[in-house]
C-alpha cells in the first residue's frame, strides 16, 4: 500500500539552530512530493513542492526540503528557526501518472521551537 | 489569491441530526476535496470530485455523502450524525494536477 512516514510526532528546537522535520514515503515511481502548515485553528497552507529538476526545492518563509530519490525521502528544513514557525507540519505525495490530484498525507509533525 | 472558504467555523451537532458542510472556492478549479482531521491520523480523505456532478469515494467515505452542482460549491453531508464523527473538516480545491488550497476547517462536535 501506498504510504507516507512522518516519524516524529513532535519536533522540538531552540530558536536561532537549524531545524529538520523528517518524511519518507513509500510509492511506486517518482511522485510528486509537497510540505504543507497548519497553524493553531487554521487550515494547511502550501510551502512547497517537488516535481523534477533540482533535489534542492526553496519555498515559503525561508523553508526548504531535500528530495533523496535512493532513501525515498523529503526532509523539511530551515537554516534557522523562528518562534513563529511552530506549527503543524504535513508530507504529503502523489503519484506521477495518476488521473486525479489526490494526495497521500503524513500524520504530521509538530514543531515546538523554543525561545 | 485562491479563497477557499467554509461555511462554519464551529458547528455543534446532536446526534441523528443531518448535517450539511459547505465550501466554496473562487478560482474556478476543477477538483473539490474533503478531508477529516484527527490527532495522530492525519487528513483522511473522505470524498472528492473532479467536475461538477462527479464524484469518488476517499477512503473513509462511510456515514458521509457529497454534493457537487456547481462548480464552485462542494457540499459534505452526513445523513445522520453520530459522535464518532466529531472532527476537524477540512475543504480543499486544486486546479488538475496543482497543489490544493485548503479551507479554514470546520470543528464538528456531535453530542
Known amino acids: 500500500a501506498q504510504s507516507v512516514a512522518q516519524p516524529e510526532d513532535q519536533v522540538n528546537v531552540a530558536e536561532g539552530n537549524p531545524l529538520t522535520v523528517k518524511c519518507t514515503y513509500s510509492?511506486?515511481?517518482?511522485?510528486?512530493l509537497f510540505w504543507y502548515v497548519q497553524y493553531p485553528n487554521r487550515g494547511l497552507q502550501f510551502l512547497l513542492k517537488?516535481?523534477?529538476?533540482?533535489?534542492l526545492v526553496k519555498g515559503s518563509y525561508g523553508f526548504e526540503a531535500e528530495f533523496n530519490k535512493s532513501q525515498t525521502s523529503f526532509h523539511l528544513k530551515k537554516p534557522s528557526a523562528l518562534v513563529s514557525d511552530s506549527a503543524l507540519y504535513f508530507c504529503a505525495v502523489r503519484p506521477r501518472g495518476g488521473a486525479t490530484n489526490k494526495l497521500i498525507f503524513g500524520t504530521g509533525t509538530l514543531l515546538a521551537v523554543q525561545p | 489569491d485562491v479563497k477557499v472558504t467554509q461555511s462554519s467555523r464551529y458547528l455543534v451537532k446532536r446526534t441523528g441530526e443531518k448535517v450539511f458542510l459547505e465550501c466554496v472556492q473562487d478560482m474556478d478549479h476543477e477538483n473539490m476535496f474533503w478531508y477529516r482531521q484527527d490527532p495522530g491520523l492525519g487528513l483522511r480523505l473522505i470524498y472528492f470530485?473532479?467536475?461538477?456532478?462527479?464524484?469518488e469515494k476517499g477512503d473513509i467515505p462511510e456515514g458521509y455523502s457529497v454534493s457537487r452542482e456547481k462548480k464552485e460549491r462542494f457540499s459534505l453531508i452526513l445523513e445522520s450524525a453520530s459522535t464518532n464523527q466529531t472532527s476537524m473538516y477540512l475543504c480543499a480545491s486544486s486546479a488538475s494536477l496543482g497543489e490544493q488550497f485548503f479551507g479554514p476547517g470546520t470543528r464538528l462536535t456531535v453530542l
Open positions: 510509492v511506486s515511481g517518482n511522485p510528486y
Open positions: 517537488y516535481i523534477t529538476g533540482d533535489n
Open positions: 470530485s473532479y467536475d461538477v456532478k462527479m464524484k
